[in-house]
C-alpha cells in the first residue's frame, strides 16, 4: 500500500542529477511528486549505464532509481505558455525543489518570490553547487568539482599518488537528500503558522559534512588526514582497515585499549590457533597499549605494527569472506566482509527484513528489484513504489485534472511546443 506519511502533499520537482533524490524520497513518503522536465526529457534521462545497453530514456538506470514513484509532465520554459503552466502547478504545490543556474528561474517569473506571492504556504528549496551568495555562487559544477571544493576529494587515493575522484558520481544525492530533509524540517513551522520559506542547499557544504571526524583532528590531536589507501588514522599512526581474502576483501581493526584490545587478543588467538603470529603478540598487554588510532606512535610500536599487519594479511588469505566473517562473529572480533553489488542482493540480514521491493516495468516488459524502505514504520509505513514514468506521461493526468485544461487547449500547447 502506499504511504500515508505525507499523503495529500504536492512536490514539483525542476531538479537535474544535482536533487533528482529529493523527489525520490517525497514519493517514497507518499507524496504526490510531479516532475517536470523539458519536451525531450530531462537530462537525467541521458545518463548511462543502460539497462541491457540500450540507450534510450526507458532503459537510463538513473532515471529508472531515481524516478520511481515519480508523475512526468513536460513543460518549455522558454516559451511563456510553459512558464504559466508551471507556475499554476507551483500555485498549487505544497512543495517546490529546483536546480538551475542561480537566478534563472527568478527571470522568468518563476522564482520563490514570484511565486510565494501566490502561493504563500510553498517550501521552494534551491540546490546550488556553492550557495546564492560570495564569489563562488556563480561558478559552473561538476560532480568532481563538488567532491574537491568540499575537501574530500583530497582524503581520496593512496599516498604520496595525486587525490581521486569519487568511483561513483554522487555530489548530487547527498544534496538531494539534504533538501529533502530541510524542506521537512519547514514543514513543521508551516503546520503552525501556515506560511513557506526558500531553503538554499549549498553542494559545497554538504560535501564538507562528510568529511566527519577530519575536521576535528587539528583540534583534537594536532595533525589531519591524509590520504593513506587501504589505511586509517593520523598520519603518525596508522592502520591497515582492509585486508585481502580468498575471494575478495575484509575489513578490521587492530588497535589496543578498552575499546579494541578485546578484539586484537582474539584476532592473535585465533591466528595462533591455525600456526600464524609471534610469541610477543600473545604476551603483549593490548588493554595498556596506549597508541590508538590518532596518537603519536614510537619506532618500537610502528616495528610492532608492521609485523602484526603483515602477518593478518598472510592468515586472511587463506579463507574467504564468509569463512571470515563466521568466525570473527564467533570470537567477537571488530571485522566485516567488504560486500560487492552481489553479496548485497544476495544478503540474509536485508532478505529477513522484507528490504527488496519488486516493482513491475511495462515500459521495457519486465519486473525489476529495488532497494526497499529506509525505516520501517508500524502506524505509517512506507509504501510500495512505482516505475519511472515516461517523459510527459501524466501530462494530460495533471493539466486536465490538476489546471482544468482542455484536450483542444493541450493540443495547441503541443503544437506550440510549449509541452
Not at 527568478?106 to 504556504?121: F, Q
Not at 581521486?164 to 530533509?181: D, I, K
Not at 509504501?383 to 493539466?399: F, K, L, N, Q, V
Request: aromatic share 8%; charged share 20%; glycine share 10%.
Amino acid at each position: 500500500m502506499p504511504s500515508e506519511l505525507l499523503k495529500g502533499f504536492r512536490l514539483l520537482d525542476l531538479t537535474d542529477e544535482k536533487g533528482a533524490l529529493c523527489g525520490k524520497m517525497f514519493a517514497d513518503l507518499g507524496a504526490e511528486v510531479i516532475k517536470v522536465e523539458p519536451p525531450d526529457g530531462c537530462s537525467t534521462r541521458r545518463i548511462p549505464p543502460y539497462l541491457e545497453d540500450i540507450a534510450d530514456a526507458d532503459h537510463c538506470l538513473y532515471s529508472i532509481a531515481y524516478h520511481a514513484g515519480k508523475k512526468s509532465v513536460t513543460a518549455n520554459l522558454a516559451t511563456d505558455d510553459g512558464r504559466a503552466l508551471v507556475a499554476d502547478l507551483a500555485a498549487q504545490s505544497d512543495f517546490l525543489v529546483e536546480s538551475y543556474p542561480l537566478g534563472y528561474l527568478d527571470s522568468i517569473g518563476l522564482g520563490y518570490d514570484a511565486l510565494a506571492r501566490k502561493n504563500p504556504r510553498l517550501i521552494y528549496a534551491s540546490i546550488t553547487p556553492f550557495g546564492d551568495s560570495g564569489p563562488g555562487k556563480d561558478y559552473n559544477w561538476a560532480d568532481i568539482i563538488s567532491w574537491a571544493a568540499g575537501g574530500q576529494m583530497y582524503l581520496m587515493g593512496e599516498e604520496g599518488k595525486p587525490p581521486l575522484q569519487m568511483s561513483l558520481p554522487q555530489a548530487g544525492l547527498h544534496a538531494g537528500g539534504e533538501a529533502a530533509v530541510a524542506m521537512m524540517l519547514a514543514h513543521y513551522p508551516r503546520q503552525i503558522d501556515g506560511l513557506g520559506q526558500r531553503i538554499v542547499v549549498n553542494m559545497q557544504a554538504c560535501i564538507v559534512w562528510t568529511l566527519m571526524n577530519e575536521q576535528a583532528m587539528p583540534f583534537l590531536h594536532g595533525s589531519h588526514l591524509t590520504r593513506t589507501g587501504v589505511f586509517f588514522g593520523s598520519a603518525d599512526a596508522r592502520r591497515k582497515m582492509v585486508y585481502e581474502c580468498k575471494d575478495g576483501h575484509i575489513s578490521t581493526l587492530i588497535a589496543g585499549g578498552t575499546t579494541f584490545g578485546k578484539s586484537t587478543i582474539a584476532l592473535i588467538e585465533w591466528m595462533r590457533e591455525n600456526g600464524f603470529g609471534s610469541d610477543w603478540m600473545r604476551t603483549k598487554d593490548w588493554y595498556s597499549w596506549i597508541p590508538g588510532i590518532f596518537m603519536a606512535m614510537t619506532e618500537q610500536d610502528h616495528k610492532e605494527t608492521d609485523e602484526l599487519e603483515d602477518t593478518v594479511t598472510r592468515f586472511m588469505l587463506t579463507m574467504t569472506k564468509q569463512e571470515i566473517y563466521a568466525q570473527a562473529l564467533k570470537r567477537r572480533i571488530f571485522l566485516a566482509p567488504v560486500a560487492t553489488v552481489a553479496d548485497i542482493a544476495t544478503d540474509e540480514q536485508l532478505k529477513a527484513r522484507d528490504f527488496w521491493t519488486a516493482v513491475p516495468h511495462d515500459t521495457i516488459g519486465r519486473t525489476l528489484t529495488f532497494p526497499g524502505p529506509f525505516a520501517k514504520m508500524t502506524a505509517t509505513p512506507i509504501g510500495s513504489i512505482t516505475r519511472a514514468p515516461r517523459i510527459g506521461e501524466h501530462s494530460d493526468e495533471i493539466y486536465r485534472g490538476l489546471l482544468a485544461l482542455t484536450p483542444e487547449r493541450l493540443n495547441k500547447l503541443r503544437a506550440g511546443g510549449s509541452i
